[in-house]
């Protein structure tokens, strides 16, 4: 079945440093979603993007599909953006059942 | 618009002991999922549906656990006879269809002792 790949497992960063973290993953992805979960369990939507390039605030997103891979890009980050960073895939077809990588763990101190 | 709510919150259990989690989704969306996330790993789909029919039930352990959605509304996730290995975060998800952004409830956390 699909498998998800997230690196760093875990990254710490000063308040204003940038942060890169990776997905990815084993087959052809017609739906990718990264998402926010806070401490405690509540995961947030934060970007769809399945292909090219998308931002949102301070948060850029690249998809390259051939590569099978995708990147979600921290500009000057906060306190406040800490908590884990989920990848999530679905490949379409008649089930558009998404599959989750195991997270990144970001932590920003001041 | 109210959010993807569930209950209860927490849950602790002996081994051998039912239990049963519902779920309001938005209103609106045809799809509702449930997720079981153990800690430090990422949530794993265990059931699907489209209105009240299930969609992908592939990763549900049959022999324990059980969901509805009778109304395609409301749903509930039930686990017969807890076992430890059921310790885990269990997510409840919604969206307009399965192709759209999913929305998330805030989870019950469940310990068996």
């Known amino acids: 079945g699909q498998q998800v790949q997230q690196s760093p497992s875990s990254l710490v960063l000063q308040e204003g440093e940038n942060a890169e973290l990776q997905c990815n993953f084993s087959?052809?992805?017609?739906?990718l979603q990264w998402f926010y979960q806070s401490p405690g369990g509540s995961l947030v939507s934060l970007l769809s993007?399945?292909?090219g390039t998308k931002h949102t605030g301070r948060l850029t997103s690249t998809t390259v599909t051939k590569e099978r891979r995708s990147s979600l890009h921290i500009s000057s980050s906060q306190t406040t953006d800490s908590g884990t960073y989920l990848c999530?895939?679905?490949?379409?077809?008649?089930?558009?059942?998404?599959?989750f990588g195991k997270g990144t763990l970001l932590t920003v101190t001041p | 618009e109210a959010g993807v709510t569930q209950s209860p919150r927490y849950a602790v259990l002996q081994e051998g002991q039912a239990v049963s989690f519902w779920c309001d989704p938005i209103?609106?969306?045809?799809?509702l999922y449930w997720y079981q996330q153990p800690r430090d790993q990422g949530p794993q789909l265990l059931v699907y549906?489209?209105?009240?029919?299930?969609?992908?039930n592939s990763q549900l352990p049959s022999d324990r656990f059980s969901a509805v959605r009778p109304k395609g509304t409301n749903s509930t996730l039930k686990i017969q006879s807890a076992k430890q290995g059921d310790t885990a975060t269990y997510l409840c998800?919604?969206?307009?269809?399965?192709?759209?952004?999913?929305?998330f409830g805030p989870g019950t956390r469940l310990l068996v002792l």
């Open positions: 999530a895939i679905s490949s379409g077809g008649s089930n558009y059942k998404l599959t």
């Open positions: 087959s052809t992805a017609t739906q």
């Open positions: 993007n399945p292909s």
């Open positions: 209103s609106g969306h045809d799809t």
């Open positions: 549906f489209r209105d009240e029919a299930v969609i992908d």
């Open positions: 998800a919604s969206s307009f269809t399965d192709q759209d952004t999913q929305y």
